[in-house]
């Protein structure tokens, strides 16, 4: 390991993945506590059309996924509010259009783009902008949560008595989002669209199985964020499979160890 840290790349890899592994995990918690992980997903799928924008503009592809992705949830938000369509049926919709479209905008560049780095990230090809970038999602994330964490939790709760208390509801959930999209369109950079899906959710899924209360969960979901994120990438090193798949992997494992042993431990964390 100690060779390895002689390497910049390697530096901004381990950098990267502390940045994701003590946000993502945390942001992850109130995604499966407002039931709204699918519209993770469907705003990392998002990134297909971000990629090919970029490659069709000459722009960066990561100053683009933070206008796409926020307009994306904009959109999803409207189109919700307008046919009154189940939001597991709109973004169905919506992620199978933006797969499609951005898959052949993708294949219509006169130099493609490599779909498994868009799928897996370049964790090792992060530059110190990039760790910029990162730190300036997680440190815009963190003060949003804060601001909004008691209307989130409300909201989580019960939402119709949420807004019998006066919590402004739809314009608590449209920050919320496009502030999860921003999220999102950053993270993708470093580990891919896959693998920060996998963040969004697997780490707080299993902490959810595990504690008692809402702030065990936090302290376990940024825990197996980080013990993801730590083994994910020495396995990546170790053998020839991208960081971000092997991240997945691992957190995929830990969740199924904990729901095979402890299918109930957190039935009363809500």
């Known amino acids: 390991m100690a060779e390895w840290l002689q390497y910049d790349f390697v530096r901004n890899a381990l950098w990267a993945m502390l940045l994701l592994g003590v946000f993502y995990p945390l942001l992850g918690v109130f995604v499966v ?7 993770g997903d469907a705003v990392a799928h998002s990134a297909f059309v971000g990629a090919g924008l970029a490659g069709l503009l000459g722009w960066q592809m990561g100053d683009t996924l933070l206008i796409t992705a926020p307009l994306f949830a904009l959109m999803v938000a409207w189109f919700q509010q307008r046919t009154r369509l189940p939001a597991d049926t709109l973004l169905v919709v919506a992620v199978t259009g933006v ?4 898959i052949a905008l993708v294949n219509l560049l006169e130099t493609p783009l490599s779909l498994s780095a868009l799928l897996f990230g370049d964790v090792l090809g ?17 003060a949003l949560l804060v601001g909004l964490a008691p209307s989130l939790i409300r909201i989580g709760f019960h939402r119709e008595l949420a807004q019998a208390q006066g919590v402004p509801v739809r314009l608590v959930e449209t920050v919320f ?9 950053v993270g993708i950079r470093a580990v891919g669209i896959l693998p920060i899906s996998a963040l969004l959710v697997l780490p707080a899924s299993t902490a959810r199985l595990l504690a008692h209360s809402f702030r065990g969960m936090m302290a376990w979901s940024a825990g197996l964020g980080l013990l993801s994120l730590g083994v994910g990438f020495l396995i990546a090193l170790w053998q020839p499979i991208p960081p971000g798949a092997s991240v997945a992997v691992v957190a995929m494992v830990l969740f199924l160890g904990v729901a095979l042993v402890r299918p109930m431990q957190g039935a009363m964390v809500r």
């Open 33 to 39: 506590g407002q039931r709204v992980a699918y519209f």
């Open 177 to 185: 989002l496009v502030g999860l999209s921003l999220a999102v369109a």
């Open 126 to 142: 992060l530059e110190p902008s990039d760790l910029w970038r990162l730190l300036g999602a997680d440190l815009i994330g963190l």
């Open 99 to 102: 797969s499609g479209a951005g």
